[in-house]
């Protein structure tokens, strides 16, 4: 019989008050895809919500050969098509009057000494404190020439000089490897100190998984039991049921397992299974995921061979609408084996969580989107009430489902009596669901990081080290499946939940993957 659930409803979600210390924004890439779609709706958003100073000029840097009127009205059209609220005139007229536009090289010299002259002209115009926000919203290959220029061309102040400070937001991928992240990582810190970079994964400003930490730590009757005396095994998947897109370069050079595996679900695999931290801030819980991360079974390549699968979809049906397949996407190989699924057995070799195994899926053109952290219990050590369940159920183990996205929330199944005589069981689940227009009023993951990056809370941000960790991992596998055979691809339908090899995987255990 199917579980009934109840739904919770969430308490009015209301900004708290704090606003940015005045600043200047400066934004690398500001005619793309990434600025149209999250940074500007993000900063328009935090300008209505007075989480912004009055003052707090924002200067976008581009190759497009824009001026101030074109930035501005790009902003519009972007803010228009992609802000949780709708753009009013008011509204909009007080964010343009902030908004600025420099157009250049990101390797030239000159050009970065026009967008020097321009912020020192806008801070002396508005008042504004020699503060600088630089977020590189660019391709991975212009990291190392725009901080370079930033360090020549005097636009990063010493460290607290004058009490005035200078940070920089970088966006994912940090690297392909672990050597090509260490390299950035040198970059960087020749020019920035750690506490002033801020490496970001939308995913940690995310409403839900912020949530992780509040579920775990913020209630008492949980904890007993998130460890290996009552826990059997944890999945976690994301799944996607849309394509590349017109990612087709990028992801030929990435794969699911760079893309996916090394940031967002190594970041959630450590959310839900680290130690309490000491406080709530950057220091203590990225000490704990850390910790995490240093913790996972080390894997020899015979390891990755038995604990790996990896897959690329063919052609297929999503959704009712046939799909191609990856090779015939736009800007792929036609005999690519770039992976486009990724499913894993881990461990992690900590006292809490000795021999549980960890089972991750992530994949492109699934049966449908959906990201959640399962928690598998136990089964109960004596099956009491076996001969009473209803026709077609059985006595399962209580299982926490965490849904990230979509349908935000928390279930647990239990089992209960059917009401009525005679004994009856079936199962039944507990069920927290963030009602729609909560979720819609929140602010988004880039309002919260932006936020956070302007008050100098790196909490939501990932360290050097830590980045460094994930890439050890993913650096096993990356080497291993050098040396092994690639996989006959395609091996599973658009449409599908993935390989079948997939399915063996975690079915050799005992186990079965959640349903999609």
Known sequence: MSAQATTATAPDLVRPEPAAEPCTIVIFGASGDLTRRM?????YNLMVDKALPPQCPIVGYARTEWGDGEFREHAKQAIGEFSRRPIDSASWERFAENLF???????????????ADRLEQLEHERTVPGNHLYHLAVPPSAYAPIIHELGQGGHVRPHGAGGRWSRIIIEKPFGRDLESCRNLNRVLHSVFSEDEVYRIDHYLG??????ILVFRFANGI??????????DHVQITVAESIGIGERGRYYEESGALRDIVQNHMLQLLSLVTMEAPIAFNERWVRDEKVKVLEAIRPLSTEDVRRYTVRGQYGRGIVNGTPARAYREEENVSPDSTTETYVGLKMFIDAWRWGDVPFYLRTGKRMRKRSTEIAIQFKKVPHL???EFLVEGASLEPNLLSMRIQPDEGISLMFHTKVPGSPLRIRPMDMDFT???????AAPSAYETLLLDAMQGDATLFAR??????AWR????YLKAWEELPSPEFPNYQAGTSGPEEADELIEADGHSWRPL
């Open 39 to 43: 940074l500007l709706p993000a900063l």
């Open 101 to 115: 536009y420099v157009a250049g090289e990101y390797d030239k010299t000159p050009h970065h000494s026009r967008l």
């Open 206 to 211: 995310k409403e839900t998984v912020q949530n």
């Open 222 to 231: 949980f904890e007993p039991v998130w460890n290996r005396r009552y826990v």
């Open 384 to 386: 009491l009430f076996r």
């Open 434 to 440: 963030y009602v729609p227009t909560d979720l819609a």
């Open 464 to 469: 050097n080290d830590e980045v460094e960790a």
């Open 473 to 476: 991992i993913t650096d096993e």
